[in-house]
């Protein structure tokens, strides 16, 4: 019976991941010493600025070539590399359960990009947690490494069935809230919610300090709109059904889908945020591979 990491990915889809890496684009904070920036200060290779002397520092880190310069005393200062904590964020309200044409659920589709970034980051001896949400926090995990809370979090992500309705920006926010030590948030969601008020919510994570990247994930349909005859629309949180014709509405439908997603690339653009349209018909491992390389051009 597969388990664990194994219960999502093909052995050909895992050895494609195992190539991959994330980091953060900016200063972390850890608790290890690892291979990612910190914005604290400390003894380690890589260089940072210089300081004024004060009386009980080490004397092994004061430069004598700045002191012969200006007769002054001043104390190296290095960036500490530490290890990453990856938070995942992941929507489990009601919208995410929608498919089309056969296609896995939106949730089925960020469940295993999640849990892909996972497997990355505790592959590079990191360290990965996990929340699923909806109107409110439903399931959290700790950020931790190894192989056994990789094999919960998979396990987790494999077994959760979303339902309930969703406040995207309340829930955002009271996870930014929670999130003291900074590091690397990764967002799953379609974000059906009032723009103006994600906005806020996604700048709470940023004004923390976070690097931050959100996977929009969406299925092909809810672009596309290729529904013709008279159909019966159900909304997924509420269970209310609409009956439609798509050909009256398919422009206005159209104009507004495409304000939509312009809207979240300029919210994300403003605020600095790593964004990425993740189509649920998209092969998961693929994308990451795309967009990680991307990432270490513009640095991690």
């Not at 069935?161 to 929670?178: G, S, W």
Request: positive net charge; proline residues 4%.
């Amino acid at each position: 019976m597969k388990d664990g990491i194994n219960r999502l990915f093909t052995p050909l889809e895992i050895r494609r991941l195992a190539g991959l890496s994330i980091g953060s684009r900016f200063p972390i904070e850890g608790t290890m010493l690892g291979s990612h920036r910190s914005h604290l200060k400390g003894v380690s290779l890589e260089f940072s600025d210089y300081r004024a002397y004060v009386p009980g520092d080490d004397l092994r880190q004061l430069d004598w070539r700045v002191f012969a310069r200006n007769e002054r005393l001043y104390v190296r200062q290095y960036e500490q590399e530490c290890n990453l904590r990856v938070y995942l964020m992941v929507d489990a309200s009601g919208s995410m359960a929608y498919s089309y044409a056969g296609r896995p659920s939106k949730f089925a589709f960020g469940a295993k990009l999640a849990a892909a970034v996972a497997y990355i980051t505790i592959s590079q001896q990191d360290n990965a947690g996990l929340t699923l949400f909806d109107s409110a926090v439903r399931s959290q995990l700790p950020p931790r490494g190894g192989a056994e809370h990789l094999r919960i979090l998979a396990n987790r992500l494999y077994e959760y069935e979303p339902a309930k309705e969703t406040n995207i920006a309340q829930t955002l926010h009271a996870m930014a809230e929670n999130v003291r030590r900074r590091g690397l948030v990764v967002i799953v969601s379609d974000l059906f919610d009032d723009l103006e008020r994600v906005r806020p919510a996604l700048a709470h994570f940023r004004r923390r300090r976070h690097d931050v990247i959100l996977y929009h994930v969406m299925d092909k349909a809810e672009i596309d709109f290729p529904f013709t005859g008279d159909t019966a629309f159900t909304d997924l949180e509420t269970g209310e059904q609409l009956p439609i014709n798509p050909r009256e509405i398919r422009s206005a439908y159209s104009e507004q889908i495409q304000e939509f997603l312009f809207g979240c690339r300029q919210i994300c653009a403003a605020l600095d945020i790593d964004y990425v349209l993740a189509g649920s018909e998209q092969e998961v491992t693929l994308l990451l591979q795309r967009h990680l390389s991307r990432r270490r051009k513009i640095g991690r």
